[in-house]
């Protein structure tokens, strides 16, 4: 079991290839049709999703995408399973298995995410639809005086709850912790506020005996928050990133695939580029991006059955040039292609 998951947990980060998130809560993906003028019905949702896991040569990039609850019981316009879809085009299953970031109790403006309850009982039937591995975000908002101890560590102990029993069904945990980036902070106090998220995850995921080769850590890049005044370059925020990474994430663990967390596309695969060009790491240094790889595909497909190829092309692209990013080897150029 445990090698199973190791060989999992590596080829989601295979060189070349990172992950296509693309589970989105059925409130999220609503708020993402309505600003495209795109009506939000179970079958557009599921049509949307379609087109985009049939994307031709989707494998090449993509190692695995991570659906929503509705999605993995849905099928194709023919009839198959939506997870059978992506594995016949070389792409592993992956499900969000948390309920979503609540208020947290006596913490004003900080959040927890649920979704513990049951979980096991609900790992078992993802697995029997199909999923390899499994996603769980938290969210860390940086303000005046927050995060506190009280909301890191609170997130920490769920986090890991999650991964344990995910390693004890058989999925592959991936593991985000998100520093947002809202907010007028300098690049500086991200670092602080990520390196003691991580710190303390990597400590809960240590207590609640999580095998470190059996999973997958999700985090946010160490960047200038969105309103702050100073915006880092991409060599600042790919060096800040790596060092905060460095000191906390131990070797063991195969691979880190950075969220987007509202960079442009253009930025997302700029910043892992930007890594990957700074020499070796202890893992691998990847990708699961949702808004950078899905954006320009949603623009293009607009809703409009006639517009699914023109979808599939704006996310091949994206698949590409993150594939690109990996080692190092995207340029500004490749973008006019
Ligand atoms: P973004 O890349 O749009 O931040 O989404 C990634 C994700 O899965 C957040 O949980």
Request: proline content about 5%.
């Amino acid at each position: 079991m445990a090698d199973d998951l190791t060989t999992t947990a590596r080829a989601l980060v295979a060189p070349g290839k990172g992950i296509l998130a693309a589970d989105e809560s059925t409130g999220t993906i609503t708020k993402r049709f309505e600003k495209a003028g795109i009506e939000s019905t179970p079958d557009t949702r599921r049509a949307y999703r379609e087109g985009l896991f049939a994307t031709p040569g989707l494998g090449e990039h993509i190692s695995g995408a991570i659906l929503y609850d509705e999605t993995i019981r849905q099928t194709s316009a023919d009839g198959k399973p939506l997870p059978k879809l992506l594995e016949d085009n070389g792409v592993m299953s992956g499900i969000k298995v948390d309920t979503g970031a609540k208020p947290l109790a006596n913490a004003p403006d900080e959040k927890v995410t649920e979704g513990l309850d049951g979980l096991r009982e609900r790992i078992a039937e993802y697995v029997e639809l199909g999923a390899k591995f499994a996603k769980w975000r938290a969210v860390i908002t940086i303000g005046d005086g927050i995060p506190s101890r009280y909301c890191i560590d609170a997130n920490a102990h769920a986090l890991a709850r999650y991964a344990a029993l995910c390693q004890e069904g058989g999925l592959v945990p991936i593991v985000e912790p998100e520093v947002l980036m809202d907010g007028n902070h300098s690049i500086e106090r991200c670092f602080e506020v990520t390196e003691a998220t991580q710190h303390a995850v990597f400590a809960a995921l240590y207590e609640h005996r999580v095998d470190y080769a059996g999973m997958v850590l999700k985090p946010n890049m160490i960047i200038s928050g969105k309103g702050n005044q100073r915006q880092a370059s991409v060599e600042e925020v790919a060096e800040q990133t790596l060092r905060c990474l460095r000191r906390t994430v131990p070797g063991a663990v195969p691979g880190i695939v950075f969220l987007s967390g509202g960079q442009s596309p253009e930025q997302a695969t700029a910043h892992l580029n930007a890594m990957n060009t700074m020499g070796p790491q202890p893992w691998e240094v990847s990708f699961s991006y949702g808004r950078a790889l899905q954006d320009p595909a949603l623009a293009a497909w607009k809703g409009e059955a006639a517009n699914v190829q023109a979808g599939q092309e704006a996310l091949s692209l994206r698949a590409r040039l993150n594939g690109a990013a990996r080692s190092g080897s995207y340029s500004e150029e490749m973008e006019a292609a």
